[in-house]
């Protein structure tokens, strides 16, 4: 449910993170974010909608999706679905910049490559055994995927605009996890420009264009996600999940509630239960 930049940490024994998707029972939203890292789906059973800069994706088994970093994606996954996910830090592909800190990767969707998924699927596998080594052999298939994509799915003629984005998302990365250490408040746009020396008008406009979201609707999405939680782990009473979470009452949190899910938080949470 978070609308924000996503901290990306690798696997302990791994110099990336690599996990099977948290949508895979189904009835899952994962809203619209961004990170640093470069972000592979890789689909093996059933079907994920992913929306990547505002275009919709149907994914189906044997397809995987390439997020370069700091793209806006969100995901829906109404069904259970068996997908891997690697999440690897850029950092990993200072060699291979085809810009200042840049580097970028052609990702359609439509285009199936059996030989990304079997390589994705064999270092899975070999990383869930736990046997002696393991990890050291799933590294060696790592750099395989590596040299995959460096060699094959490296954009070298990247547009000007894209790169003036991914280098907007970084600056709004530092206002966004302001923002959720301090959601509480009373966050205007006037104040958190000026913490951070933009004008009001400036920053809205920055909100906009790369992040694809205006200020005010962040921020609640922000409080929302936040609220959602305690409604499903508390038993805490409404009204003071509201106040806690920078709503100014009970009605307001409804309000927002509601028009982002289509039901009341009350009734959510008694349908969850039951």
Not at 15 to 41: C, L, Q, T
Not at 81 to 103: G, K
Not at 190 to 215: D, H, R, V
Not at 265 to 272: C, D, G, I, Q, T
């Amino acid at each position: 449910m978070e609308y924000s930049h996503e901290i990306i940490l690798p696997n302990e024994d791994l110099p990336f993170k690599m996990f099977v998707f948290e949508g895979k029972d189904g009835n899952y939203v994962r809203d619209k974010h961004w990170h640093s890292a470069i972000e592979i789906f890789a689909i093996f059973e059933g079907k994920l909608r992913f929306f990547l800069n505002e275009e919709e994706y149907i994914l189906e088994a044997g397809e995987f999706v390439l997020i370069n970093s700091n793209e806006v994606h969100s995901i829906f996954s109404p069904r259970p679905n068996h997908t891997i996910v690697l999440q690897i830090p850029i950092a990993v592909f200072e060699n291979y910049y085809t810009n200042e800190s840049f580097i970028s990767f052609s990702h359609e969707p439509s285009i199936q490559d059996e030989r990304m998924m079997e390589l994705i699927g064999k270092m899975y596998e070999i990383y869930e055994k736990r046997e002696c080594g393991s990890g050291l052999l799933v590294q060696s298939e790592f750099y395989r995927l590596l040299y995959m994509l460096v060699t094959e799915y490296r954009m070298t003629d990247v547009n000007p605009e894209i790169v003036r984005s991914y280098r907007k998302l970084n600056h709004l990365t530092d206002i966004t996890d302001y923002i959720k250490e301090n959601y509480q408040k009373d966050l205007s746009l006037e104040n958190l420009a000026e913490t951070f020396g933009y004008s009001p008008t400036y920053l809205s406009k920055m909100f906009q264009k790369y992040a694809k979201i205006n200020y005010r609707d962040y921020l609640q999405n922000i409080r929302l996600e936040r609220a959602y939680h305690e409604l499903m782990r508390t038993d805490h009473m409404l009204s003071d999940i509201a106040v806690d979470h920078g709503f100014a009452n009970s009605k307001a949190f409804a309000k927002a509630f509601k028009k982002k899910y289509q039901i009341l938080p009350s009734e959510y949470r008694k349908k969850m239960k039951e």
